[in-house]
């Protein structure tokens, strides 16, 4: 029901257009503009800056304020107090879970951790030197070969327990692709373990030697999967709920996210900042890239700054950032080059009036990669615990999405191209002159 109305008038039109208006249970009112199409209008939001796409529960953030909130519960205190399961939980079921319904949820997903062991044969297609990220886009589409039994998506069922395969086997395929690309042996999940510990049990443990996982380290990696478990209406999960609308399977859907998500604009910039500080190199010369990133003329971004939503700190940057202090401290890496570069590079950036005037703060992927890379998981692998860690994400969504009344997605488009014209044969055409 709609609390308020928007008028809205056109040049050329005798009466102004009627527009319901509703509000939220916070953040900005929504004009409905449905009605536009009856009357010849579409509205124009490339990029999709000014665009509600969705009614959703799951999460909300205020970007002025800088905060971020999981059904109602901020990041930092899920940082803080909770664990990646029992956010999934959360993120899937809307309330935090008792100790039984955690305990349940726990098993669960550790008796899917396995994957098919046909999957083991898929990367043997794949050269040694491929992208983690390219063989995740593979494989993560590929079972629902596997899974006939579970793709009815009218069906919760079915929902719930692709839910569940998928939460729980990312870590399986995510560490399977590290092995594949270091020559060494898959390792299988050891149920003993939680989830993030048996992660990285899988990711550097070797038959000939499986030592205990710190766990400083596994409760440093569970923080990264936490921290980027969901975030609104981001372009991964905007694309898994538009490859969802058309009644695509979750590991599609999924694995539509997974593509979306390797952007360096996106969930890509982790692995782009760490090239980024390795190309600055040191300290000394910080202030010719901040220099390069305000260049209009010059394609170069400060990598891990900026949002399109915070125009204040993202919340998830500071708590990796405390993050990334102990686990440095703990593994004895105080003078860190490439932490002194980013903490030097964050202090001249918040003081320079390019970056203050255009809100432009560390987000979350300013220092993930600096704990990742002390962890001693490789450049090429940050994406991949990106797309990990927010599996929950794109499955919370794609499940809210068919439980409510959707219809498949299919935007349209302001045409600014030739009109109906006729074709000339070929003799008598000039030449096209292609420009690409
Ligand atoms: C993630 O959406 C999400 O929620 C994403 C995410 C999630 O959890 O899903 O939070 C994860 O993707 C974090 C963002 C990671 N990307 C990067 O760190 C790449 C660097 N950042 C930029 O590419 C950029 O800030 C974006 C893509 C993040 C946001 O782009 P917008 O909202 O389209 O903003 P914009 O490009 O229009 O920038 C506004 C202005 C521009 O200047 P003007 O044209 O107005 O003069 O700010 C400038 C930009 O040139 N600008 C930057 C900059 N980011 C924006 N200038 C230098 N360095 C930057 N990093």
Same mark, same amino acid.
């Given at each position: 029901?709609?609390?308020?109305? =928007? ?26 503009? $449905? ?50 399961? !029992? ?17 349940e949820f726990v098993s669960i997903i550790r008796n ?14 794949? @050269? ?5 990220? =390219? ?9 629902? =070969? ?11 069922? @079915? ?48 038959p000939c030697d499986d030592p205990q996982v710190n ?32 009644? =695509? ?68 940057a500071k708590v990796m950032k405390e993050t990334c ?8 890496? !105080? ?54 860690? $927010? ?15 959707? $219809? ?18 070929? !003799? ?9």
């Amino acid at each position: 029901m709609a609390d308020k109305k =928007a008028q809205l008038t056109v040049d050329g039109l005798d009466d102004s257009i009627e527009l319901p208006v509703y509000s939220g249970s916070t953040g900005p009112d929504v004009i409905d503009v $449905r009605a536009l199409t009856g009357k010849g209008f579409f509205t124009y939001d490339p990029g999709f800056v000014s665009t509600a796409s969705c009614e959703s529960k799951i999460t909300y953030i205020d970007g002025g304020k800088g905060m971020l909130l999981h059904r109602g519960y901020a990041i930092e205190d899920l940082a803080e107090k909770s664990d990646y399961l !029992e956010t999934c939980f959360l993120l899937l079921h809307g309330e935090l879970p008792s100790q039984k319904e955690y305990d349940e949820f726990v098993s669960i997903i550790r008796n899917h951790t396995m994957v098919h062991e046909s999957i083991a044969r898929f990367f043997r297609g794949f @050269h040694h030197d491929s992208h983690p990220m =390219a063989m995740m886009c593979g494989i993560v589409g590929a079972l629902s =070969a596997f899974y006939h039994d579970s793709l009815d998506i009218t069906n919760e069922r @079915h929902r719930i327990i692709s839910a569940h395969r998928l939460i729980a086997k990312m870590p399986t395929l995510a560490a399977m692709c590290y092995k594949h690309s270091q020559g060494q042996p898959f390792m299988y999940p050891d149920n003993k373990l939680g989830y993030s510990e048996n992660f990285l049990h899988m990711m550097f443990g070797t038959p000939c030697d499986d030592p205990q996982v710190n766990p400083v380290l596994a409760r440093a990696m569970d923080k990264i999967f936490l921290l980027h478990a969901d975030h609104e209406q981001n372009a991964s999960t905007s694309t898994v709920r538009l490859a969802g609308s058309s009644g =695509a399977n979750p590991f599609a859907c999924i694995a539509s996210g997974i593509a979306t998500l390797w952007g360096p604009a996106h969930g890509g910039a982790n692995e782009a900042v760490l090239s980024m500080l390795q190309e600055i190199g040191d300290v000394k010369n910080i202030d010719k890239f901040i220099q390069r990133a305000k260049d209009k003329d010059d394609p170069f971004r400060l990598m891990g700054f900026g949002h399109r939503v915070y125009k204040n700190f993202d919340p998830r940057a500071k708590v990796m950032k405390e993050t990334c202090d102990e686990v440095l401290s703990v593994l004895g890496i !105080e003078n860190d080059p490439l932490l002194a570069i980013a903490k030097r590079l964050e202090e001249i950036a918040l003081e320079d009036e390019y970056f203050i005037k255009k809100k432009l703060y560390p987000n979350v992927d300013f220092y993930s990669g600096i704990i990742m890379k002390a962890i001693g998981i490789p450049t090429d692998m940050f994406t991949v615990i990106f797309a990990t860690g $927010r599996t929950v994400g794109w499955i919370a969504h794609w499940h809210e999405m068919l439980t409510e009344d959707y $219809r498949i997605g299919r935007p349209r488009q302001l045409y600014t191209g030739e009109t109906k014209r006729d074709l000339t044969a070929v !003799e008598d055409r000039k030449p096209a002159n292609p420009t690409f």
